[in-house]
């Protein structure tokens, strides 16, 4: 049965082992059990800083950003394998994580896992809803910078964020060039103005 008509899939359309595609803190942080963890690749969207936060990583007063897929490119992660048995509470537990505003739609997307068979899959993906008031379209690096400083949610600082998917990214072997430029703005912030002793927590 179709929950939130548009945003998720019945679950019949994941029969048997669930491969979930891992791009944002999903690659340091999945939050479920699995039993096979692949770098992959996807074709078709890439990884961008295009969701205003209004509850993980800010607020509606003050937004933070989060990773979205958002079309054209590409992007590598993360192919998490989870068990059948595992599938549908594993889909629940990313519906109830990732679909808080509904920012997001539940989609299918063929992943190229980049291991020796170099075989392709059939992944749930999240990708980002162009129409939702929370989409922020392609902001300049100044923009996301002021918003990731401002931003402080539910589940901690948005700097905090962007740095932990810019070091999960780095320990599979590669980058990504615009993650990378904020991060090391983020570093020259800090830098510049350390936080307060009351600001650590």
């Known amino acids: 049965m179709m929950e939130m008509s548009g945003i998720t899939l019945p679950y019949t359309e994941f029969p048997g082992d669930l491969w979930v595609f891992g791009y944002g803190s999903l690659m340091w942080r999945p939050g479920f059990e699995f039993i096979e963890k692949v770098p992959a690749r996807l074709i078709g969207e890439h990884r961008a800083l295009c969701v205003y936060s209004f509850v993980h990583r800010g607020t509606p007063e003050k937004p933070g950003l ?32 990732e679909q808080v505003t509904s920012v997001y739609r539940e989609v299918k997307r063929s992943v190229w896992l980049e ?23 392609r902001l300049s690096l100044a923009e996301q910078l002021r918003h ?20 999960a990214i780095e320990a599979e072997g590669f980058r990504d060039a615009p993650l990378h430029q904020l991060a090391t703005m983020l570093h020259d912030t800090t830098a510049l103005h350390p936080s307060r002793p009351q600001d650590a927590t």
């Open 115 to 137: 291991n020796e068979p170099r075989q392709r899959v059939s992944a749930l993906a999240y990708v980002v809803d162009r129409g939702h008031v929370q989409y922020a379209g």
């Open 66 to 97: 989060v990773l979205g897929l958002d079309r054209g490119g590409a992007c590598r992660g993360i192919a998490f394998r989870v068990a059948e048995k595992d599938a549908r509470a594993t889909i629940d537990y990313l519906r109830a994580r």
């Open 148 to 167: 990731v400083l401002q931003g402080h949610g539910q589940s901690g600082v948005n700097r905090d964020y962007v740095l932990a998917t810019v070091k």
